[in-house]
């Protein structure tokens, strides 16, 4: 059986194949923006510094932390003030963050290590320590 010529066929496939292309462009170009926000450089043992700790990315990693840590203590209710500086190590199944912040929880103000996990892939973010 021979496959038919239709327009209609050919159109569709066209829009999947622009919008697959597009999808993927945009995506590598959102992982190169938190790449470069991370800096390649400077590695301590696997480690590499993160060079700008106010991009949205890393203060949402953040954001994630407290609020994880918030359910995690029952009975905390930490805010987030700033990321002050931090580290990340890149694997096959994700980033994981060492983030130092501070928080906030009634007027008292507070320094934190927080470890973190991240697998943008899966959509996958788990709290690993908070100190």
Known sequence: MAFKFNSLNFVVLS????TFVFYHVFAINDDQKLLNSLDRVTNTGGWQLIKD????????????AVNAENTRSKGWD?????VLNGKFQAANDGITYQ??????EFDVT???TVIIFDNPKDNVRK?????
Request: proline letters at 0%.
């Open 99 to 104: 983030l130092v912040i501070v928080t906030t």
């Open 78 to 82: 930490y805010k987030l003030v700033s």
């Open 15 to 18: 829009m999947v194949a622009v």
């Open 127 to 131: 709290l690993i320590s908070f100190y």
């Open 53 to 64: 700790s106010k991009d949205s990315k890393v203060v949402d990693i953040a954001k994630c």
């Open 110 to 112: 507070e320094k934190h």
